[in-house]
T-cell receptor, first 111, second 116 residues
């Protein structure tokens, strides 16, 4: 049973518009969440994080929102650029636990 | 910048061969991890290590072993490669602050292994 779910395997967005990537989790002990971005033939690179004491974290064009009651987080990219085309992984952990990764969402930003 | 390097980008091996995947990090990180990435399954943890000569099983350790003789180096060993071990293997490291292991991990470029 997957503890971290990304129910959209792929997403296409026009350049300049908003991209919204969603992630759901089942373990209520998770209190720290990361988003990674992965280009083909490269390792994942850290993008942005959020801890459970916050409901929003922003870094430039990237914002992560956390809804603890719904066990849901989302990554917003505004405005989307062609260079954002990649696979995005959501990851979650609790204290003393390793990260659990979601299956990823492939984002395509169309020029 | 943290740098995590993996010894090979692509490997082709035959069923039954012993396979070594090497990972080196240059930031004096305490924690190191081996994952495999498969389509639709995301990253799954094989083994991890908090310290030299220390190892812990992850979620899918069967068919794998690891070695950490030096702090900067973490090796993944496939004792007898099988076709279902064809995958992308990713090594990662994290600083290890003693505050729990939920820290940002830095990944290497990955090794794509094909077992024939």
């Amino acid at each position: 049973d997957q503890q971290v779910k990304q129910n959209s395997p792929s997403l296409s967005v026009q350049e300049g518009r908003i991209s919204i990537l969603n992630c759901d989790y089942t373990n209520s002990m998770f209190d720290y969440f990361l988003w990674y971005k992965k280009y083909p033939a490269e390792g994942p690179t850290f993008l942005i994080s959020i801890s459970s004491i916050k409901d929003k974290n922003e870094d430039g064009r990237f914002t992560v929102f956390l809804n603890k009651s719904a066990k849901h987080l989302s990554l917003h990219i505004v405005p989307s650029q062609p260079g954002d085309s990649a696979v995005y992984f959501c990851a979650a952990s609790g204290y003393g636990q390793n990260f659990v990764f979601g299956p990823g969402t492939r984002l395509s930003v169309l020029p | 910048d943290v740098k995590v390097t993996q010894s090979s980008r692509y490997l082709v091996k035959r069923t039954g061969e012993k396979v070594f995947l090497e990972c080196v990090q240059d930031m004096d990180h305490e924690n190191m991890f081996w994952y495999r990435q498969d389509p639709g399954l995301g990253l799954r943890l094989i083994y991890f290590s908090y310290d030299v000569k220390m190892k812990e099983k992850g979620d899918i350790p069967e068919g794998y072993s690891v070695s950490r003789e030096k702090k900067e180096r973490f090796s993944l060993i496939l004792e007898s490669a099988s076709t279902n071990q064809t995958s992308m293997y990713l090594c990662a490291s994290s600083r290890g602050t003693g505050q729990g292991i939920g820290e940002t991990q830095y990944f290497g470029p990955g090794t794509r292994l094909l077992v024939l």
